[in-house]
């Protein structure tokens, strides 16, 4: 897609889009039409940019993060193939365009052990780490895992989809997502223990 196409961030014209589908503005938006692409943006905008703020907790990152998952969607358009919502779609772009600035970022260098209790049986961050200081460690270490468990973490936990609707969305069985998002609860808990003995070294020598 031309970039010299793409539309300035919600500032089309609404008029006559705003009651049409989601479907529908996706057919008009691979056809070039910038402002059925806006009025898509602007129907999710604010859980897009909620969710990425959470992650972000700064307002300017995570208004940088909204603009780059805006532009890499008008971008990349044409590869939306409507196995989900065009909001599940956006939303996946936005998480990962705000992993990427934490993947930037140095790891926190404290945190409280009794903010990151992770369970096998259940790891719901987005009720029990957001907007603590545990979520900076949380989505530091995330952002490191590699694509397949990342991706699957953040659908799972992030975008709260099912398990049967990641397995779907990524052409792998339940049991397979299963496996990946208990390898990633395995990693945060060894990394929490390994921050845990760092501390307890450090505190042993001073």
């Known amino acids: 897609m031309n970039q010299s196409n793409r539309p300035s961030v919600i500032e089309s014209s609404r008029s006559g889009l705003e009651q049409m589908s989601d479907s529908n503005l996706v057919c008009l938006a691979k056809a070039g039409d910038s402002r059925a692409f806006a009025s898509l943006l602007e129907r999710s905008r604010p859980r897009v940019f909620r969710r990425i703020q959470s992650m972000l907790r700064q307002k300017e990152d995570a208004q940088d993060a909204l603009q780059e998952c805006f532009l890499k ?21 936005a998480i990962n365009e705000a992993l990427m600035l934490i993947r930037k970022r140095r790891p926190m260098e404290t945190c409280s052990d009794s903010e990151i209790e992770i369970s096998d049986s259940r790891l719901c961050p987005q009720r029990h780490y957001l907007g603590s200081e545990a979520s900076a460690f949380v989505w530091h270490e995330v952002a490191r ?20 609707e990641v397995a779907c969305m990524l052409d792998l069985t339940a049991t397979a997502v299963k496996s990946r998002l208990h390898r990633v609860r395995r990693h945060l808990r060894d990394r929490r223990m390994s921050r845990r003995m760092n501390a307890d070294l450090h505190s042993s020598v001073l």
């Open 73 to 93: 969607a008008w971008l990349h358009l044409d590869r939306f193939e409507g196995k989900a919502e065009f909001s599940t779609w956006l939303m996946r772009i």
């Open 145 to 164: 895992l590699p694509q397949e468990l990342r991706m699957v973490f953040t659908m799972r936990y992030l975008q709260e989809l099912s398990t049967t």
